[in-house]
T-cell receptor, first 113, second 112 residues
């Protein structure tokens, strides 16, 4: 089991550019979460999917953020256009059930200049 | 609404001593799970221990134990025999079948 795989590990981009973060969940896990972590705001839930369907996207900051899960083995988080305040570590995490732990990917460190 | 509170932004402990990290939670759901995660300076999130709301006994995993007091809605993490490698951020989290909510974390520093 390779665990949750996120790519890229690091992303540096200029303000206004589109950024796409990718996540491959653990096989068999049917819930997928996207979190953002900053020093100021800690771990923030952006959105989560259950069986590929978005359940709660109330944490998505604004329309510049969008997330998709086209199938059980892939999810993307897109920021368009990116802004410096989007700089953070973005984690994808998956679980097979709510009484099971979340398994986190290694995160994508995004820097927007 | 579900909420996790960790009132200790930072804690210090002497190597080989035990330390307790506090966590209180708020939920109206009768069924929930409580989790602790460790985040070392390298950044990965490491699952440590789980306690279900209906579990009668406190969870233990090696040097980690969870002091679960349901009536007080607390789920404190106890680390016995602290090691230098335990220095990290520690997050308490709760799941209720609808969401996973994390607390703000406690930074633990183990002193040699």
């Amino acid at each position: 089991d390779a665990g949750v795989i996120q790519s890229p590990r690091h992303e540096v981009t200029e303000m206004g550019q589109e950024v796409t973060l990718r996540c491959k969940p653990i096989s068999g896990h049917n819930s997928l979460f996207w979190y953002r972590q900053t020093m100021m705001r800690g771990l923030e839930l952006l959105i989560y999917f259950n069986n590929n369907v978005p359940i709660d996207d109330s944490g998505m900051p604004e329309d510049r953020f969008s997330a998709k899960m086209p199938n059980a083995s892939f999810s993307t988080l897109k920021i368009q256009p990116s802004e410096p305040r989007d700089s953070a570590v973005y984690f994808c995490a998956t679980t097979g059930g709510f009484n099971s732990p979340l398994h986190f990917g290694n995160g994508t460190r995004l820097t927007v200049t | 609404a579900q909420k996790i509170t960790q009132t200790q932004p930072g804690m210090f402990v002497q190597e080989k001593e035990a330390v307790t990290l506090d966590c209180t939670y708020d939920t109206s759901d009768p069924s929930y799970g409580l989790f602790w995660y460790k985040q070392p300076s390298s950044g990965e999130m490491i699952f440590l221990i789980y306690q279900g709301s209906y579990d009668q006994q406190n969870a233990t995993e090696g040097r980690y134990s969870l002091n679960f007091q349901k009536a007080r809605k607390s789920a404190n993490l106890v680390i016995s025999a602290s090691q230098l490698g335990d220095s990290a951020m520690y997050f308490c989290a709760m799941s209720t079948g609808q969401n996973f909510v994390f607390g703000p974390g406690t930074r633990l520093s183990v002193l040699p």
